[in-house]
């Protein structure tokens, strides 16, 4: 019997969230110093609150924050609104590291005789995670000592390590409405605006349900909320339901366009290194005859020249220099596993743009297989028999008119996601240093590596200098170059160039 409930509990909070908005809204006009929330009384100081909220003075409804523990949400829901958009943090149970839980994901409510056909799908792809964890183990034991030959006489000591990447790997049949439980905090709002995404679309239930209990939780603290959601749902008037399929054919286009690369690079400042270098000559107060371009970008982007670019704490959008770095953009047409894309959306500042995937065409499989599978026959022709399985079992239920609402919970892991991803060079230098990393997930590694290349051939002077945390320290002069501690990957990248990245874990 399956008996998880979504839970929402508001575990750390203003007092006075509401009477701090009219506070801070009151000392942009104080002679007199802070105006403190004590000084406002509701409902007499209600007005100013409501006149802020339709002006559209919304940033002092964003002090005020919650934090919020959320327990038994889909990973799809997550993906599709909670972490969506870039005013949030949260940390999320891995499926990376963590072994998912039989009987642990999201049930629509459906007519039995359908709901039945549902949970029968979902627990083959439980079993599926089973069968793939075991049958990828060996594989990655045979790898995992080709990379640390020292820790097979102590094999026992590491065998949670691979017990993890094989998780890691068979994780991509689970379907995307598996639960997970999280920390997640936002500001007021941020939460309005989840209320108002509820009301215009045709949302789902899960997602009515996951807002309504949080603003439930917020009321138990200051029930002038509610008058303020009595406020957004009576002015809503709801958009119309975009029912256009995207096509099997439309994304075999897009799949060509890409050639041999998981992201592709589409767009880009024409004049990236000439704006970038004199953007640095005005930091320094140099004509170009003074600091020519390469040497300018070496002052910005060169750790030994640099180095906040090296540092722990990351300072680039606080220091002058380095904010230069925003004046650079790069566009990108991507296709990545659901697993991987929420995995990409963490960099919340790059931010990309896609279809609703409830309106994709499911007739036939259209998902992204682990590179380990990919390379043995064996793995990928079991893989391949596991996603037809779950295709043909989704068709089924589309055949009898079962809302695509509920039927994207079906979808695996591996299921594609094609976007246009955009961002600075700011931002974009940051989630290289991050996502470079041997550490990190191998196909948001090798999206990564993609990127960066194709950078290297338009901007060389720029693309040199995207590089991996441990190759940053190195010329940054930091010690130890691996900053991973117990976690180092076992490989010396900082002494190799990236065309020579190469890995299969």
């Known amino acids: ?129 089973n069968e793939l964890t075991t049958l990828v183990y060996p594989y990655v034991e045979k790898y995992y000592y080709d990379i640390f030959p020292a820790r097979k006489k102590s094999s026992e000591k590491f065998q949670k390590d691979i017990e993890k990447k ?93 050639s041999s690369y998981s992201s592709k690079l589409v767009d880009y400042s024409i004049n990236a290194e000439k704006t970038l270098a004199d953007a640095v000559r005005l930091f320094y107060g140099h004509v170009s005859t003074n600091l020519i371009d390469q040497e300018a970008i070496e002052r910005i982007l060169n750790p030994r020249l640099n180095r906040i670019l090296s540092s722990e704490i990351v300072l680039t959008n606080n220091i002058l220099l380095t904010k230069a770095l925003t004046h650079i953009k790069y566009t990108f047409k991507k296709k990545l596993s659901h697993s991987a894309d929420s995995q990409n ?18 007739s036939e499989p259209d998902y992204v297989i682990p590179k380990l599978i990919e390379i043995i026959p064996q793995l990928r022709a079991r893989f391949i028999e596991m996603m037809d399985y779950i295709w043909s079992e989704i068709n089924k239920l589309i055949s009898y008119s079962i809302n695509p609402k509920f039927i994207v919970y079906l979808l695996p892991n591996s299921v594609a996601i094609r976007s246009f991803e955009s961002g600075n060079l700011l931002n974009y230098h940051h989630k290289y240093a991050m996502r470079l ?27 040199k200098f995207l590089l991996p945390p441990c190759t940053l320290r190195l010329l940054g002069k930091k010690l130890p170059i691996c900053p991973e501690g117990k976690r180092f990957c076992g490989i010396k990248v900082w002494k190799l160039h990236i065309n020579d990245y190469s890995r299969v874990l």
């Open 1 to 129: 019997m399956r008996t998880n409930k979504l839970s929402v509990t508001l575990v750390n909070k203003f007092s006075n969230p509401l009477k701090n908005v009219v506070s801070t809204a009151k000392t942009c006009y104080s002679s007199k110093g802070i105006v403190e929330d004590e000084s406002i009384q509701f409902p007499k100081d209600e007005k100013l609150l409501f006149d802020l909220l339709k002006a559209g003075h919304h940033t002092t409804f964003e002090h005020q924050y919650f934090q919020f523990a959320i327990t038994n949400v889909s990973r799809y829901l997550v993906w599709s609104l909670l972490h969506s958009h870039p005013y949030y943090n949260s940390e999320q149970v891995s499926q990376r590291y963590t072994k998912v839980k039989e009987k642990f994901c999201y049930i629509p409510d459906l007519p039995n005789s359908y709901k039945k056909s549902f949970i029968d799908i979902i627990d083959k792809q439980y079993l599926f995670y």
């Open 166 to 258: 094989a998780r890691e790997i068979a994780r991509y049949v689970l379907p995307i409405g598996t639960y997970t439980y999280l920390y997640h905090t936002v500001n007021i709002l941020t939460l309005l605006r989840y209320f108002k995404h509820s009301l215009l679309l045709d949302s789902s239930d899960e997602e009515k349900d996951l807002v309504k209990q949080m603003l439930a939780e917020v009321v138990k603290i200051d029930n002038s909320f509610e008058k303020i959601i009595n406020e957004i749902e009576n002015s809503v008037i709801p958009l119309e339901s975009n029912q256009i399929l995207i096509t099997k054919e439309y994304k075999k286009y897009f799949d060509s366009e890409l």
């Open 345 to 362: 959306q963490r960099h919340r500042t790059v931010q990309s743009s896609s279809y609703d995937i409830t309106r994709m065409d499911l």
């Open 437 to 463: 990393c041997y550490n990190a997930q191998e196909e948001i590694w090798q999206n990564s590596i993609d990127e960066v290349k194709q950078i290297i051939k338009v901007h060389p002077n720029i693309g």
